[in-house]
Structures are given as C-alpha cells and as structure tokens.
C-alpha cells in the first residue's frame, strides 16, 4: 500500500510531499493542472525510464521518494532473490542527476531500474488511458483468462519446456547444416587425409631421408675419400700405422726408466688401438657403400612427396602434416557420427514435443473451464452499467505453433446490442464501452491476483451520468480488499473516495507550480460543485455536491 509520495524538482513541481491511506481515493483537478505530471512522477520511482527534460531546475537534481507497506504481500523472496534488506515499511526513491546520470534506491540500496521495475509492479498497478486500448489485444485477453484459471506454474512450465523445445531445435538444425557442409567437405577431407596416411610420415623420417640422399647421390666421391684414407692409414712404408709400429717401437724401449716413459707408451699404444678401428670402420663402410640408383630414385621419391605435402598444407616440418592428418582423420570420424547425433537430437526435440503438447493441452482444458464463469461475469456486471444487452464469444482455436502462451489461438468477440453481429472489441466498442468492460475485468482481476494497489487514470472516460455512479461503486467495492485511486473528472466517481485529493497550479508571479492537497469535507462539497456547475457556485450545485457525498 503506497502510504507517502514526496516529488522534488520534477516538471512543474517544486516540493510535493503527500501522504495516503488505505481504501478509495480520487484525484481531481481541472485539464492541465498537472495530474499526468503526478502520475509520471509516480511511474519514475516505479521504474520508468528518466528523462532528463523533465527537471524543473536544470542545476539541481530531481529526487523522488515513495513509501510502501508491504508487510501482507508476500515479497520476502523477491527481496531474497536480489539480496535486498528486506522492511515491511520499504521505501523507493529514484534520483535524476543534472548530468542526466539516473539511480534508484530500495531501502538506501542501489538497484538496477530492471530490479526496480521488477518490484513496482508487485506494487502498483497503474492503469492509464493507453492500457484500455490494450483490451483489444489478444495477449491481454489471454492473460485474463489465464489469471483467472490459475495457470501461473503451468504457464511457468510450459515456457520453460518452450525454452528446451527451442534449444533443441536449434541445435538439430544446426546439426543438420553441419551434416550438409560436411557431406560436401568431406570426399576432399578423405582423398587428403589418405594422401598423408599414404605417406611416410614419422618423427625425424624427413632427416633421415635427406641424409639417405646425400650419400647415395656422392657414392662415387665417398668411395675415392674412403680409398684414399684407406691408403693413408695402412700403406706398408709410409701408412700411419707403419709409422705408429716403429714410434710403438721406439717408445717402449724407454719404459723400464720411468713412469713418464711407461705413461707416454700407453698413449701411443691407445693411438694405435684408435686408429686399428678406425682403419676396420672404412673397410667396413667401404663394403656397404655401392651405387644404388633403384634405392635412391626411391628416396628421392619420398622427399619429393613430403617437400610436396609440406607446401600443399603450407607447413614446414612432418609433425606439423602428423597434426594436420590428426584433425582430418577427427573431422572424417565426426562427420561419419553426425547422423547419429542427429537421430538422438530428433528423439529429444520429440520428446520434448510431446512434453509441450500435454501442457498446452493442460493450459486449454483450464482455460476452457474457466471461460463461461469470465462471460458470465462479464455481462452480468456490464447490465448495471448500462449495457444490458452486452454479449460476448470467446472460444479457443488450436493452433499449429507453440507460442509463449501455448497453441491456443483466442476468439474475443463482443456484441454491445441484443441480435448483433459479433465482432472485435477494436471494432465494436466504442470508447465508454471500452472503459466499462476494462474496469469490470479489472474488478474481476483483483478477486484473483494479489496486488497491493491500482491506480485509474481516468478510467471513466466516456461514461456520464449513472453510469459514472455505478463504476464509482465498482472501485469503491474493490477498495474493501486493496488501495484504490481513482483519477477523474466526473464528480459522480470522485464522490465515492474515502479520501480525495486535488491537484492544482499555482502561480506566485515568478513561476508555476503543480500542488496537490487532500481536501476536507468544506473543500470537498466546493471541489464536487465546481465539477458540477463550473466556478460560479450555485446553490444547485452545492446542495447536488452535499447529496453525492451523502
């Protein structure tokens, strides 16, 4: 329930501080007294974005504070849900900085205006002139019906299913895209992934192979050096180790006079040994050194091959073309899966088809049961305010997509005359009418959906007279369980408050100013018979004003 609304610097309003009680409250004032401005100040704190054209003062900052009792809502959790500090007597305030900066505040906690917004509208629900034209669309129309049956959690199911319905359809088609790109890709990725596993590809393979070259392709070089060496070491009188036998010789005769002599012949000894092996490792090659020309067009083949696939996958090295065969031989296999994937993503994407279908299902058979009791109410109430011929169709279409509110498709058709043709509200109401088949199903509404307050903005627009009368009496009964306000011109709604404010400009000769005051009961005869009999009171008028508040 809002208990106190304080506006500073905001359009034509300076300082407005108000409070407010429980029960019916009217709003008057004459056109362009500010009334729109108050309720565009009340929206800001609720969470509506800011507009930096609405400072009063363009220096100062614009600071609007509201305060709620919400003890009786339920709405611990939705302070939990956003770690808020959570008091029975909260309190929103939204600031609008010169720079056009905006913050909000619940209980001195900044917020984001989604969070803001989140919890206005568990707070208030403002009706304006634009939210009846609503009544002609079917999503609203839809929403009523749903209220009434109770379809909250199932609603919530059914968009959650809704959700996984979309995600696996997504994912599936995705799948099925991917299949097709691959099928194209994929006679190529095998003919190169055979290329590579065709080739010799092995770690250090491309090193080996040129060495392999380089010494088939000098065999006859090799085989000369080899010789000559050969012929150096073991000529029989000027080889090395002719020479080393007879330094072997000389040396050892000296042993017998000293460790130096003794160590100096073991090195040359060592030497001799060296060169001994050294002598067998060239016989020995000379032996498996030949010309091969078959092996070495063979090797040259293979390199050939490899310096062919380094340059067709522009790399540089064989463990690069091992990687690049790693991932083809992966793409390959992941193509080859796909269709598996795809007969599973379908299954899913069935099943959970299946699962939508039984709750929209559920939704209809609710809905279903629910609408004769809407239509009853309906034009039973609308008798009292002057349309006892009103009648309404509304019937269920099953549709063939899943919507967010199900496959239900809603007919909503009105007839204001006994006989008539029926037709969309759009079409066949007129604006009065309009006014009272929205404030009946607000009426209706609030028996459902627990809401703290709602506020009409000029709700009885288009009606006059009785009419007027009776539509007071509506809100004035829905006050019994919530607070009502009541935005009016017509002296027969503002009469039926519990309290009434008016709303008025001032002018001081410097500037104008938006007021607002709660009237008492002298104020009130004199606010009712100005709205009766314009400014000139009469004694008609005032005795008529006395006689609505009685």
Known sequence: MLTHLTIKNYALIDDLSV???????????????????FLGGLSLVLGKRADL?????????????????????????LFQQHDLEYDPL????????????????????????????ALGQRLIDIHSQHQTLELTENEFQLKVIDALADNKELLAEYRAGLSTYHSAKRKLEALVQMQAEAEKEQDYNNFLFNELANAPLQNG???????????LSNVESILEQLSGSHQILTHEEMGVQTSLTSLRGSIGKLES??????????????????????????????????????????????????????????????????????????????????????????????????ELEGLSKQLNKRRNSIIPQLKEKLETALKDLGMPNASFKIEL???????????????????????????????????????????????????????????????????SGEISNKMGAIMQKMSANMQVFSITHLPQVASKGDHHYKVFKEDDGRQTSTRMVKLDAEDRVVELAEMLGGKALSDSAMAHAKQLLN
Do not use: W
């Open 19 to 37: 409070d407010f009680d429980r029960g019916f409250s009217t709003i008057t004032g004459e056109t362009g007294a500010g009334k729109s401005i």
């Open 397 to 463: 279409e099953e549709g063939s997509d899943f919507t967010n509110t199900g496959r239900d498709k809603l007919i909503f058709e009105f007839s204001a005359n006994r006989g008539g043709d029926y037709g969309s509200l759009k079409k066949n109401a007129s604006g009065g009418e309009l006014s009272r088949i929205m404030l009946i199903i607000k009426s209706i509404l609030a028996q459902y959906e627990q809401l703290p307050t709602i506020m009409f903005d000029e709700i009885d627009t288009g009606v």
């Open 257 to 354: 006079y000293g460790a130096a002599y003794s160590e100096l012949s073991k090195r040359i000894q060592s030497v001799f040994l060296e060169i001994d092996d050294i002598v067998a490792e060239i016989e020995s090659l000379q032996d498996k050194v030949v010309p091969n020309p078959g092996l070495l067009e063979e090797v040259n083949e293979k390199l050939q091959l490899l310096y062919s696939l380094q340059k067709k996958h522009s790399v540089s090295t064989v463990e690069e073309l091992l990687k690049i065969k790693e991932e083809l031989e992966a793409r390959i296999m992941q193509t080859e899966n796909l269709e598996a994937d795809i007969a599973g993503q379908q299954k899913l994407l069935e099943q959970t088809e299946r």
């Open 205 to 215: 393979i491309l090193e080996e192979l040129e060495s392999t070259y380089e010494e």
């Open 90 to 117: 909260t309190i929103l305030r939204r600031e609008i900085q010169p720079s056009g900066k905006s913050r909000a505040f619940i209980n001195d906690s900044p917020v984001t205006l989604d969070i803001l917004s």
């Open 53 to 77: 054209s609405t400072l009063r003062n363009k220096e100062k900052k614009c600071t609007i504070e509201a305060e709620f009792q919400i003890e009786q809502y339920n709405l611990k959790s």
